[in-house]
């Protein structure tokens, strides 16, 4: 089974702070996303990753930005943190091989609280 | 621009009943997956079912099923037999053929609260 970690389910921080959230697969997925999940929003994609240290703009990357140092760990940054971050942000990961290429698997969810 | 669209914010259904969430999409390719997904709360979410577009059967997995309307840009989810553990936001998505090059991006819908009332 695939697994996909995500380094904190509740993070409260304040105005202004860096903020790392983490997300380590253990599948040797090629690709990883980070998502934000809002009420009546759905889920919007932020960045996803393709390959290690390439990376590509999701619809909302204002405010955001990632690494991936390593194929199974992919970091969202969030450089300020601002009270309209306050969301859950959902990491996820695909493989573009395999009978199951298209399907994604999730995290369990950051939820961060920005005072 | 592809679009997700779930009209049904909330649902409930009795417990053993059957119930049907609705999702329509908008795409200009003729080659897609389309995808229900279960959030139940505070747990990771995981796929449901899927439905390959060239496909005319409708895809089943136990007790659920999809009703494809490839035409009308139709994908409703139904749950037979329902039981408490379905209660969960389901979504919806869209995601286009890797033969049609460049990223695959996935599509979400907002979600349907499924209450199942026991």
């Known amino acids: 089974d695939v697994k996909v970690t995500q380094s904190s389910r509740y993070l409260v921080k304040r105005t202004g702070e860096k903020v790392f959230l983490e997300c380590v697969q253990d599948?040797?997925?090629?690709?990883m996303f980070w998502y934000r999940q809002d009420p009546g929003l759905g889920l919007r994609l932020i960045y996803f990753?393709?390959?290690?240290?390439?990376?590509e703009k999701g619809d909302i990357p204002e405010g955001y930005s990632v690494s991936r140092e390593k194929k199974e760990r992919f970091s969202l940054i969030l450089e300020s943190a601002s009270t309209n971050q306050t969301s859950m942000y959902l990491c996820?990961?695909?493989?573009?091989?395999?009978?199951?290429?298209?399907?994604?698997?999730f995290g369990p969810g950051t939820r961060l609280t920005v005072l | 621009a592809q679009t997700v669209t779930q009209s049904q914010p909330e649902m409930s259904v009795q417990e053993a009943e059957t119930v049907t969430l609705s999702c329509t999409y908008d795409?200009?390719?003729?080659?897609?997956?389309l995808f229900w997904y279960k959030q139940p709360p505070s747990r990771q979410m995981i796929l449901v079912i899927r439905?390959?577009?060239?496909?005319?059967q409708n895809a089943t997995e136990n007790r659920f099923s999809v009703n494809f309307q490839k035409a009308a840009k139709s994908f409703s989810l139904k749950i037979s037999d329902s039981q408490l553990g379905d209660a969960a936001m389901y979504f919806c998505?869209?995601?286009?053929?890797?033969?049609?090059?460049?990223?695959?991006?996935?599509?979400f819908g907002i979600g349907t609260k499924l209450q199942v009332i026991p």
């Open positions: 998505a869209y995601r286009r053929d890797r033969n049609s090059g460049g990223y695959q991006k996935v599509t």
């Open positions: 599948m040797d997925h090629e690709n």
């Open positions: 795409t200009s390719e003729s080659d897609y997956y």
């Open positions: 439905q390959e577009a060239y496909k005319q």
């Open positions: 996820a990961t695909d493989t573009r091989t395999g009978t199951n290429y298209n399907e994604q698997f």
């Open positions: 990753s393709y390959d290690v240290k390439m990376k």
